[in-house]
């Protein structure tokens, strides 16, 4: 059982270049986070989807798109990458009706902007 | 302005005593607390949590606080253990907002 996996762990852009970060999971768990965590500073969640077909803004989901076509996959897309993108992502997902943010978390994926 | 604030960085404890971290939050509305731990290169995980109707919850060696009226969550382990070194993040939501606001973390080193 992989629980939720994210690829790549690391990367580094160039300004002004796309890419997509990978995230899936194997528990079938209808809801999925998208957070970035700056150093020093608590995780902020960026987009989340509460079940396949469904995506919704967190508190930083500027430049920054998601889909979720199916239950496993949340594809997180960069577009025009910025210094200030320079992050740790971390993918998450849960089952609990009750306490959503009872979440798994992926290992993270380090992105360097320069 | 941060809603959720660890005012420590870092905590040392000896092996075997009780390790204290504190968290405190602005947001009177926040219902739901939540505890994560988190070891370097790895995501964080789920420890405990807390609903806002209990003042306390208690999980093996890990117990949570709640004062509502000072606006203020503890995480007590007891014993602590070599294996409980790691950052220790707080966070809360409101009713039934996904949003979690996240404290910048404690980092927990336990002396042998």
């Known amino acids: 059982n992989a629980g939720v996996t994210q690829t790549p762990k690391f990367r580094i852009l160039k300004i002004g270049q796309s890419m997509t970060l990978q995230c899936a999971q194997d528990m079938n768990h209808n809801y999925m986070y998208w957070y970035r965590q700056d150093p020093g500073m608590g995780l902020k969640l960026i987009y989340y989807s509460v079940g396949a077909g469904i995506t919704d803004k967190g508190e930083v989901p500027n430049g920054y798109n998601v889909s979720r076509s199916t239950t496993e996959d949340f594809p997180l897309r960069l577009e025009l990458a910025a210094p200030s993108q320079t992050s740790v992502y971390f993918c998450?997902?849960?089952?609990?009706?009750?306490?959503?943010?009872?979440?798994?978390f992926g290992q993270g994926t380090r992105l360097t902007v320069v | 302005d941060q809603q959720v604030k660890q005012n420590s960085p870092s905590l040392s404890v000896q092996e075997g005593r009780i390790s204290i971290l504190n968290c405190d939050y602005t947001?009177?509305?926040?219902?739901?607390f939540l505890w994560y731990k988190k070891y370097p290169a790895e995501g964080p995980t789920f420890l405990i949590s807390i609903s806002s109707i209990k003042d306390k919850n208690e999980d093996g060696r890990f117990t949570v606080f709640l004062n509502k009226s000072a606006k203020h969550l503890s995480l007590h382990i007891v014993p602590s253990q070599p294996g409980d070194s790691a950052v220790y993040f707080c966070?809360?939501?409101?009713?039934?907002?996904?949003?979690?606001?996240w404290g910048a973390g404690t980092k927990l080193i336990i002396k042998p």
């Open positions: 998450a997902s849960s089952y609990s009706r009750d306490n959503p943010t009872e979440a798994f």
């Open positions: 966070a809360a939501s409101e009713g039934s907002n996904y949003q979690l606001i």
């Open positions: 947001n009177s509305m926040f219902d739901y």
